[in-house]
């Protein structure tokens, strides 16, 4: 059984740039979730992807958009990138009649200079 | 608002001792309850859970929670300490619900192992 994995490990981008971070949920699992944990800070959720359709979306703005493929992978894309977006993306899935209990890959570490 | 309170950013616990890290949350019902754990550089890890019944829940790797409704408290207890468990550990809460698409954690408690 394969875990969750996310690509790339680590990212440096530029103000203003766009960034897409990818994830592969587990084996079996058919919902994904993304949050952005802030140095020192726990985990804010971001959207939950089910159906390839946003199911839910926390205080972030527009800008944060993502994807989910008919494989259940999925995407998060930033645009207009600010330096407050620094921080480790976490993907985590689930399924989707059980999604509170979510399996987390190792993030993606974004730094915006 | 919902929310989750750590109150203790940091604690240092000898390796052999006990271990109790706090955790509160704000929330309009009884929610979904966790617990995870996060080393450096690694995910995070579902230490335990509580949905309902037997208020003393186990987990894995030696933990155990206890819900308190009146105190709206949800602490993590470890009765003897080994240094691998030096990791950051987060209380997270969850909406009653089978889809749970809002959860919420707390900043976080870092714990180091004293040799």
């Known amino acids: 059984e394969t875990g969750v994995t996310q690509s790339p490990t680590h990212l440096i981008k530029t103000r203003g740039q766009q960034v897409t971070l990818r994830c592969s949920s587990q084996?079996?699992?058919?919902?994904v979730s993304w949050y952005q944990q802030a140095l020192g800070q726990g985990p804010q959720f971001i959207f939950q992807?089910?159906?390839?359709?946003?199911?839910g979306r926390g205080n972030f703005p527009p800008r944060f958009s993502g994807l989910q493929f008919p494989n259940y992978s999925s995407e998060l894309n930033v645009n207009a990138l600010e330096l407050d977006d620094s921080a480790l993306y976490l993907c985590?899935?689930?399924?989707?009649?059980?999604?509170?209990?979510?399996?987390f890959g190792p993030g993606t570490r974004l730094t915006v200079t | 608002a919902q929310s989750v309170t750590q109150p203790d950013i940091h604690i240092t616990v000898s390796e052999g001792a006990s271990l109790e890290l706090r955790c509160n949350y704000s929330?309009?019902?009884?929610?979904?309850l966790f617990w995870y754990v996060q080393s450096p550089g690694q995910g995070l890890q579902l230490l335990l859970k509580?949905?309902?019944?037997?208020?003393l829940v186990q987990g894995i790797k030696g933990f155990e929670a206890e819900f308190k409704r009146s105190q709206s408290s949800f602490n993590l207890r470890k009765p003897s300490v080994h240094w691998s468990d030096a990791a950051e550990y987060f209380c997270a809460v969850g909406p009653r619900s089978y889809n749970n698409n809002d959860m919420r954690f707390g900043a976080g408690t870092r714990l180091t192992v004293k040799p």
């Open positions: 084996s079996g699992h058919n919902t």
């Open positions: 509580y949905f309902s019944g037997d208020t």
């Open positions: 929330y309009g019902a009884t929610p979904y």
């Open positions: 985590a899935s689930s399924l989707f009649t059980t999604s509170y209990e979510q399996y």
């Open positions: 992807y089910y159906r390839e359709e946003e199911n």
